[in-house]
């Protein structure tokens, strides 16, 4: 019933997302907000139609689901931009990713000790796992032609290439966030972190010039239509994903270098034909997960969390990101409302999930840790989809002002 139940208000949700979709990119709410608000209600919370153990009793669905999300949405992201625009940001994004996500994981961490009282190992472990932009929600802001009209393709690319980029490169440091809590060691750690990106690089250019190769083939002898090459790069994303599984390395940055090397052997139509895929993330394969997910929030266990639940929800929205983009604005050549239009708009969703459920699988959790982590993955989906359509007003007002041309 659970899983009939799920499908049937994802496609009816989806049916109305399909038929709304030109005026729901104006309206201040996002597709991931309507899957959250529809679990919520048919949850134990509200209506009690369905009644399922919590995320904090069980993640093993919740770890599978993201992790498959994950794999389409980072795809679509490698493939969204042309090689040559893509190199041209590489600046930026190598510095959010080595700068800006390690400062974004410590801030994390410390605002967690500091609420919520719980250990090193526990800080370290929210702090790694909240740590990264999620490409789900980050597309919800980038993609659509309202974004196109209010952004700059540069803040636009940027924004998606470091979410994409830095789903996979947290996973060294969720690794050491576990040994320091006690999983393993620290040695072992890093071992493995050094394998799993390594490995997941070398799969997914093998992979992905593999895929553009045999794209090709087949439109030399005519034996690829139009429609299955649509849908080739979502099944290149699921065999890149099973092969990681099987190596035991990084699935998703597995996955997104694939998409890089199929984006750059492929030719330019092989790309935009794909950007379908992108827009299907946004606005229907989230409904499931977010629903599920509104359907599992631990009321009980926020509960427990009295006041410190919300100092660390306001503390990471307002600290984990916006004065680590608001320092690196000349580094990163921004703009003063540029670096807040990138600083506010670095959400928190399905990589979070994916992590917390990761931990939860390899160590015996601080049932707080998935308490507050849950709480801040809900809180984001909600303050950044609902400020999504305002932020981008904002930002366009701002760009005019004569005092933002001056910093600039």
């Given at each position: 019933?659970?899983?009939?139940?799920?499908?049937?208000?994802?496609?009816?949700?989806?049916?109305?997302?399909?038929?709304?979709?030109?005026?729901?990119?104006?309206?201040?709410?996002?597709?991931?907000?309507?899957?959250?608000?529809?679990?919520?209600?048919?949850?134990?919370?509200?209506?009690?139609?369905?009644?399922?153990?919590?995320?904090?009793?069980?993640?093993?669905?919740?770890?599978?689901?993201?992790?498959?999300?994950?794999?389409?949405?980072?795809?679509?992201?490698?493939?969204?931009?042309?090689?040559?625009?893509?190199?041209?940001?590489?600046?930026?994004?190598?510095?959010?990713?080595?700068?800006?996500?390690?400062?974004?994981?410590?801030?994390?961490?410390?605002?967690a000790w500091l609420t919520l009282g719980v250990g090193l190992g526990s800080?370290?472990?929210?702090?790694?796992?909240?740590?990264?932009?999620?490409?789900?929600?980050?597309?919800?802001?980038?993609?659509?032609?309202?974004?196109?009209?209010?952004?700059?393709?540069?803040?636009?690319?940027?924004?998606?290439?470091?979410?994409?980029?830095?789903?996979?490169?947290?996973?060294?440091?969720?690794?050491?966030?576990?040994?320091?809590?006690?999983?393993?060691?620290?040695?072992?750690?890093?071992?493995?972190?050094?394998?799993?990106?390594?490995?997941?690089?070398?799969?997914?250019?093998?992979?992905?010039?593999?895929?553009?190769?045999?794209?090709?083939?087949?439109?030399?002898?005519?034996?690829?239509?139009?429609?299955?090459?649509?849908?080739?790069?979502?099944?290149?994303?699921?065999a890149v994903l099973g092969l990681a599984g099987l190596a035991h390395v990084?699935?998703?940055?597995?996955?997104?270098?694939?998409?890089?090397?199929?984006?750059?052997?492929?030719?330019?139509?092989?790309?935009?034909?794909?950007?379908?895929?992108?827009?299907?993330?946004?606005?229907?394969?989230?409904?499931?997960?977010?629903?599920?997910?509104?359907?599992?929030?631990?009321?009980?266990?926020?509960?427990?969390?009295?006041?410190?639940?919300?100092?660390?929800?306001?503390?990471?929205?307002?600290?984990?990101?916006?004065?680590?983009?608001?320092?690196?604005?000349?580094?990163?050549?921004?703009?003063?409302?540029?670096?807040?239009?990138?600083?506010?708009?670095?959400?928190?969703?399905?990589?979070?999930?994916?992590?917390?459920?990761?931990?939860?699988?390899?160590?015996?959790?601080?049932?707080?840790?998935?308490?507050?982590?849950?709480?801040?993955?809900?809180?984001?989906?909600?303050?950044?989809?609902?400020?999504?359509?305002?932020?981008?007003?904002?930002?366009?007002?701002?760009?005019?002002?004569?005092?933002?041309?001056?910093?600039?």
């Amino acid at each position: 019933m659970l899983i009939d139940v799920v499908l049937a208000v994802s496609g009816l949700l989806g049916l109305g997302v399909a038929a709304l979709s030109g005026r729901l990119r104006r309206w201040p709410v996002s597709v991931p907000v309507l899957g959250l608000a529809s679990g919520v209600l048919l949850g134990p919370a509200v209506s009690g139609v369905l009644e399922i153990p919590p995320v904090t009793e069980d993640t093993t669905w919740l770890h599978t689901a993201a992790r498959v999300l994950l794999a389409i949405s980072v795809m679509s992201v490698a493939l969204r931009y042309p090689v040559g625009a893509a190199r041209a940001q590489l600046r930026p994004v190598l510095l959010l990713l080595g700068v800006a996500m390690p400062a974004m994981a410590l801030v994390t961490a410390g605002l967690a000790w500091l609420t919520l009282g719980v250990g090193l190992g526990s800080a370290a472990l929210l702090g790694a796992a909240l740590c990264p932009t999620d490409p789900v929600l980050a597309s919800s802001v980038v993609t659509g032609k309202p974004a196109e009209e209010d952004l700059p393709a540069r803040n636009r690319q940027i924004l998606s290439l470091e979410s994409a980029a830095n789903d996979g490169l947290a996973l060294p440091l969720v690794l050491v966030a576990l040994a320091v809590a006690g999983a393993d060691g620290v040695g072992a750690a890093l071992a493995e972190s050094a394998w799993q990106v390594a490995g997941a690089v070398l799969l997914g250019v093998l992979t992905g010039w593999l895929g553009a190769r045999a794209l090709r083939a087949g439109e030399e002898d005519g034996s690829t239509d139009p429609a299955p090459r649509v849908l080739f790069t979502a099944v290149l994303a699921f065999a890149v994903l099973g092969l990681a599984g099987l190596a035991h390395v990084d699935g998703i940055l597995a996955v997104f270098v694939a998409g890089l090397a199929f984006n750059l052997v492929a030719t330019g139509p092989d790309r935009t034909d794909d950007a379908p895929i992108d827009e299907a993330v946004n606005r229907f394969l989230v409904l499931p997960l977010f629903l599920g997910f509104g359907l599992v929030l631990p009321w009980s266990a926020w509960a427990d969390l009295g006041w410190r639940g919300p100092a660390l929800v306001v503390g990471v929205l307002l600290l984990r990101r916006l004065p680590v983009l608001l320092l690196l604005r000349r580094p990163l050549r921004l703009g003063r409302p540029d670096a807040v239009f990138l600083g506010w708009f670095g959400p928190i969703g399905v990589s979070a999930l994916f992590y917390l459920a990761l931990e939860a699988e390899r160590l015996d959790l601080d049932p707080v840790v998935l308490a507050a982590g849950s709480l801040v993955v809900a809180a984001s989906t909600v303050a950044h989809g609902l400020t999504s359509s305002a932020g981008r007003v904002l930002y366009r007002r701002g760009r005019r002002s004569p005092s933002s041309r001056r910093d600039a």
